[in-house]
Nanobody, 121 residues
Framework: QVQLVESGGGLVQAGGSLRLSCAAS????????MGWYRQAPGKQRELVAS???????NYADSVKGRFTISRDNAKNTVYLQMNSLKPEDTADYYC???????????????WGQGTQVTVSS
């Protein structure tokens, strides 16, 4: 019913930049929150950044000042601009959306398949 498709991952040198995109499609009435999570090998998945309907954003301390999350509501797309990348940013990045398909539905979480980000030193 709802699909999240990420793009923009790849290989970049330390200090470089990447922009991740996540487009939500399907039956969507409203989106409460969208965000990006990441999971490095052998580590737990962690929240990187999120944005709610009001536009308020949250960031992990490790990425504050370097990453920026934004959303294009008309396209149901969220972006993550990643600057000054560090090797420790290397991970699989997953898009998450908390949304409902109708006005009477409860909000549910959906996940993308993930996109790989590798930062070389």
């Amino acid at each position: 019913q709802v699909q999240l498709v990420e793009s923009g991952g790849g290989l970049v040198q330390a200090g470089g930049s990447l922009r991740l995109s996540c487009a939500a499609s399907g039956i969507i009435f409203s989106i409460n929150r969208m965000g990006w999570y990441r999971q490095a090998p052998g580590k737990q998945r962690e929240l990187v950044a999120s944005i709610i309907s009001s536009g308020t954003t949250n960031y992990a301390d490790s990425v504050k000042g370097r990453f920026t999350i934004s959303r294009d509501n008309a396209k149901n797309t969220v972006y993550l601009q990643m600057n000054s990348l560090k090797p420790e940013d290397t991970a699989d990045y997953y898009c998450n959306a908390n949304l409902r398909g109708t006005w009477y539905s409860g909000f549910e979480d959906y996940w993308g398949q993930g996109t790989q980000v590798t930062v070389s030193s």
